[in-house]
T-cell receptor, first 115, second 111 residues
Framework: KAGVTQTPRYLIKTRGQQVTLSCSPI?????VSWYQQTPGQGLQFLFE???????NKGNFPGRFSGRQFSNSRSEMNVSTLELGDSALYLC???FGSGLSTDTQYFGPGTRLTVL | EDQVTQSPEALRLQEGESSSLNCSYT??????LFWYRQDPGKGPEFLFT?????EEKEKERLKATLTKKESFLHITAPKPEDSATYLC????????????WGAGTKLIIKP
């Protein structure tokens, strides 16, 4: 069974630009969560999508947005990039049932560098 | 407020030197506790889920245990390849499908 895939794996942008990251979940999973991880910081929750609807949102500015398609693939977008947006962006998929047995499985991440 | 705290922040061991990592939690109602391993620059890899106090799970040199207030990840006779950051997360009654994450313990095993 294929795991979670994220594209691109590495990205270099300059301040002020925008970027779109993509995540394909495990087949059958309907929930996709996005996280930001910077050195010395734990996983910071961005948002979660389930069945094309944003179900949860973390404490990030409106420059961070996302969407989910009918095939459960998800994209996140960051507009007007800032130096502090340089991070590893992780996507995790799960069934999204909310049951205690529901496990999140992570992709390899996209390393974004903002110059 | 629901909270997850991991200790120590970093741990250096000699190869073969057993030890334990701690994940303590203060939550309204625990539905599940998850352990992940993360290698530098990669996504976290799922290790275990624990649901109720007294539960234990094992995988190779790792054994996870759970009490009503904390979980331990015991590492027996570790090898250099066990070096990684170990993350703990909880799913609670009030978290609305979200996981609450600890900051992680960076484990370094020296040969």
């Amino acid at each position: 069974k294929a795991g979670v895939t994220q594209t691109p794996r590495y990205l270099i942008k300059t301040r002020g630009q925008q970027v779109t990251l993509s995540c394909s979940p495990i087949s059958g999973h309907r929930s996709v969560s996005w996280y930001q991880q910077t050195p010395g910081q734990g996983l910071q929750f961005l948002f979660e999508y389930f069945s094309e609807t944003q179900r949860n949102k973390g404490n990030f500015p409106g420059r961070f947005s996302g969407r989910q398609f009918s095939n459960s693939r998800s994209e996140m977008n960051v507009s007007t990039l800032e130096l502090g947006d340089s991070a590893l962006y992780l996507c995790a998929s799960s069934f999204g049932s909310g049951l205690s047995t529901d496990t999140q499985y992570f992709g390899p991440g996209t390393r974004l560098t903002v110059l | 407020e629901d909270q997850v705290t991991q200790s120590p922040e970093a741990l250096r061991l000699q190869e073969g030197e057993s030890s334990s990592l701690n994940c303590s939690y203060t939550v309204s109602g625990l539905r599940g506790l998850f352990w992940y391993r993360q290698d530098p620059g990669k996504g976290p890899e799922f290790l275990f889920t624990l649901y109720s106090a007294g539960e234990e799970k094992e995988k190779e040199r790792l054994k996870a245990t759970l009490t009503k207030k904390e979980s331990f990840l015991h590492i027996t006779a570790p090898k250099p390849e066990d070096s990684a950051t170990y993350l703990c997360a909880v799913h609670t009654m009030d978290s609305n499908y979200q996981l609450i994450w600890g900051a992680g313990t960076k484990l370094i095993i020296k040969p």
